[in-house]
């Protein structure tokens, strides 16, 4: 398998724009999640879906993050819009059941 | 509300020496505990996980211990290598699917 795949694995916008990071679980995982990590505050969870279904988005800072997932091998986190702060790596996790998380290569996202 | 301290400075180890990491925790009863690996530029991998009815677990020249009444756990590697040198992350599960991570301790082995 090839391990959970993000894209961009860089991204730099500017300050308004619209930001769509996608993620590809590992198959049959049924967990999947997103991180945020900065220097400030370390990895925070933002969200998570079981079986494609959000369970727990407390993490989401604010109205401007959204996350989607539609199917079972695909996952988007948009930011609209998005503010200089927001500027960290993103990071897609997927876990089989109570299993360990497998964590993908991270977008680095800039917001000028 | 529920914290997890890690290490904030960078260990500095010679190779061959071990290397000892601490996690400690407060607010928490979590039923198991979690250690990661990060290197720069990358997802953090998992590396062990110890239950709470656990005292010890180990992994090649890696061992975890976790002492529920003193809430620590510490994360040794032994015969460190230069090749150990990364960020290592401890996790607590929050709730049924959520980990709280903590700040991560920075190892550099020397040769």
């Known amino acids: 398998d090839a391990g959970v795949i993000q894209s961009p694995r860089h991204e730099v916008t500017e300050m308004g724009q619209e930001v769509t990071l996608r993620c590809k679980p590992i198959?049959?995982?049924?967990?999947l999640f997103w991180y945020r990590q900065t220097m400030m505050r370390g990895l925070e969870l933002l969200i998570y879906f079981n079986n494609n279904v959000p369970i727990d988005d407390s993490g989401m800072p604010e109205d401007r993050f959204s996350a989607k997932m539609p199917n079972a091998s695909f996952s988007t986190l948009k930011i609209q819009p998005s503010e200089p702060r927001d500027s960290a790596v993103y990071f897609c996790?997927?876990?089989?059941?109570?299993?360990?998380?497998?964590f993908g290569p991270g977008t680095r996202l800039t917001v000028l | 509300s529920q914290k997890i301290e890690q290490n904030s400075e960078a260990l500095n180890i010679q190779e061959g020496k071990t290397a000892t990491l601490t996690c400690n925790y407060t607010?928490?009863?979590?039923?198991?505990l979690q250690w990661y690996r990060q290197d720069p530029g990358r997802g953090p991998v998992f590396l062990l996980l110890i239950r709470e009815n656990e005292k010890e677990k180990r992994k090649e020249r890696l061992k975890v211990t976790f002492d529920t009444t003193l809430k620590q756990s510490l994360f040794h590697i032994t015969a460190s290598q230069p090749a150990d040198s990364a960020t290592y992350l401890c996790a607590l599960e929050r709730s049924w699917g959520k980990l709280q991570f903590g700040a991560g301790t920075q190892v550099v082995v020397t040769p």
């Open positions: 996790a997927s876990r089989r059941g109570g299993d360990t998380q497998y």
């Open positions: 198959s049959g995982h049924d967990y």
């Open positions: 607010n928490y009863s979590p039923a198991y």
